[in-house]
């Protein structure tokens, strides 16, 4: 059986990031505007959704929020750090691909419905919609018939995602479907967002034109994920008393984030690096039954820990007392091209961090700024884990070359590059206006 435990010191001060930019006209154009935000999910657990939506009430915009109802005892009305959030009564559910369509039509005409009313008796600005679905974007109709800017963000290309999720060809009815209602979705739109350049060339390759469409990350917030001043170093080898080596994973637990290949790692490490141990953070899935079935095969109980679900401000504080996190995916379509924010997050905190040799990653950083493994191999991903355990100046070389990409890619940069977008959008809406 896996044991449960939180593990962790209470945060220091956060480090403080120098702002590439500054306000840039931004909020003038966005003070006493409206906006409405489209999420199936649940806020303020989605992150991206929540710092877009944050960053724009902060520069003075009134925004609803409009999202999934995640419990009974989750509030239907509250507003969250300035954003007037609304659930709606629906769960969202990982099924069949009839159940994700019931349930995203439901979402999408609540939606639809609700924007309507709304925007009869005020009309809004903006309307922000987070994928997935891409047809969501629908849901702002009559908002953008009465002179909204939609602003469509395309978190995951649904194609892809599917066909990993399915494991599905691209020459499947299904998918085929997907890219024409994602190409109606952009066309759609006044404005298209996308978390990282591989995503961005897909889209593109898709249709989408090169000039609407926008790469805002998925960067971590420095004020939750920031530099640990002073950190234990790797564990001594020679020493006859180690304390635990520490690997963690966090994020969705299912088939395609390769957790079965970190145990498989793992296991063949056991012998190798005294006191390992891995932990995982995540919301439990259908997918954690099997984890735990391979753990009991390996014979890892004593090893792995499951700690569940966290919040991000716990997920930091365990990233502090490990020594190596690690994103184990396979190699499916949509990994291929997707650009973890993981990988950031322990950047962010000066942890070295293990990642799959793939284009998304690739994209953004070079031989000798990650520690990369090949896809789906324990053996591969279990010689990255020992060089880090054995030789931790070459991986303080790399960390300090990675810390520099995310540095070049964090939160306040990408915020300004959003508010300044939305910001020029709404201000040529209102010109319009008033010619």
């Known amino acids: 059986m896996l044991r449960n435990r939180v593990h962790g010191r209470a945060?220091?001060?956060?480090?403080?990031?120098?702002?590439?930019?500054?306000?840039?006209?931004?909020?003038?154009?966005?003070?006493?505007?409206?906006?409405?935000?489209?999420?199936?999910?649940?806020?303020?657990?989605?992150?991206?959704?929540?710092?877009?939506?944050?960053?724009?009430?902060?520069?003075?915009?009134?925004?609803?929020?409009?999202?999934?109802?995640?419990?009974?005892?989750?509030?239907?009305?509250?507003?969250?750090?300035?954003?007037?959030?609304?659930?709606?009564?629906?769960?969202?559910?990982?099924?069949?691909?009839?159940?994700?369509?019931?349930?995203?039509?439901?979402?999408?005409?609540?939606?639809?419905?609700?924007?309507?009313?709304?925007?009869?008796?005020?009309?809004?600005?903006?309307?922000?919609?987070?994928?997935?679905?891409?047809?969501?974007?629908?849901?702002?109709?009559?908002?953008?018939?009465?002179?909204?800017?939609?602003?469509?963000?395309?978190?995951?290309?649904?194609?892809?995602?599917?066909?990993?999720?399915?494991?599905?060809s691209q020459e499947e009815q299904w998918i085929r479907w997907l890219k024409r209602l994602e190409r109606l979705s952009i066309s759609f739109a006044d404005l298209v967002l996308t978390p990282n350049k591989a995503f961005r060339e897909r889209f593109v390759s898709r249709g989408c034109p090169p000039d609407k469409i926008k790469i805002v990350m998925n960067s971590p917030e420095s004020k939750i994920f920031h530099t640990v001043e002073h950190h234990s170093p790797l564990p001594s080898v020679n020493g006859n008393r180690e304390r635990p080596f520490k690997i963690m994973y966090h994020g969705l637990i299912?088939?395609?984030?390769?957790?079965?290949?970190?145990?498989?790692?793992?296991?063949?490490?056991?012998?190798?690096?005294?006191?390992?141990?891995?932990?995982?953070?995540?919301?439990?899935?259908?997918?954690?039954?099997?984890?735990?079935?391979?753990?009991?095969?390996?014979?890892?109980?004593?090893?792995?820990?499951?700690?569940?679900?966290?919040?991000?401000?716990?997920?930091?504080?365990?990233?502090?007392?490990?020594?190596?996190?690690?994103?184990?995916?396979?190699?499916?379509p949509f990994t291929e091209i997707n650009m973890p924010t993981r990988i950031f997050e322990y950047l962010a905190m000066n942890k070295p961090v293990v990642v799959p040799d793939t284009q998304g990653i690739r994209d953004y950083f070079g031989r000798n700024s990650a520690l990369f493994f090949e896809p789906g191999d324990p053996q591969s991903l279990g010689d990255v884990i020992l060089q880090v355990y054995r030789n931790p100046q070459k991986v303080d070389a790399v960390l300090k070359r990675g810390r520099s990409i995310y540095e070049a890619h964090c939160w306040e940069i990408h915020r300004e590059r959003l508010l300044n977008w939305v910001g020029n959008l709404v201000s040529d809406n209102a010109g319009r206006a008033q010619s």
């Open 11 to 168: 945060i220091q001060g956060p480090a403080r990031i120098q702002e590439t930019f500054r306000d840039g006209g931004a909020r003038p154009k966005l003070i006493g505007k409206r906006a409405a935000v489209l999420l199936y999910s649940h806020y303020p657990a989605d992150s991206r959704p929540r710092r877009a939506a944050e960053a724009l009430a902060d520069y003075g915009m009134e925004v609803d929020l409009v999202c999934l109802r995640e419990t009974v005892t989750e509030k239907a009305r509250e507003i969250i750090h300035g954003v007037h959030v609304v659930r709606l009564p629906l769960q969202g559910r990982r099924s069949s691909k009839r159940t994700y369509v019931l349930q995203y039509g439901a979402f999408l005409c609540a939606c639809f419905g609700l924007l309507t009313l709304r925007s009869l008796k005020k009309k809004y600005d903006l309307v922000h919609v987070h994928n997935i679905p891409d047809i969501l974007v629908f849901g702002a109709l009559v908002p953008k018939l009465l002179g909204a800017k939609v602003v469509l963000d395309l978190h995951d290309p649904m194609p892809e995602l599917m066909m990993s999720i399915y494991n599905l």
């Open 254 to 332: 299912a088939e395609r984030h390769g957790l079965d290949t970190a145990l498989e790692a793992i296991a063949r490490l056991r012998s190798v690096v005294p006191a390992l141990e891995f932990h995982i953070f995540g919301t439990r899935t259908s997918y954690m039954d099997k984890i735990e079935t391979l753990v009991g095969q390996l014979g890892l109980g004593g090893n792995v820990h499951y700690h569940g679900y966290q919040p991000e401000t716990e997920i930091a504080k365990s990233i502090r007392s490990i020594d190596l996190g690690v994103i184990p995916n396979r190699r499916s």
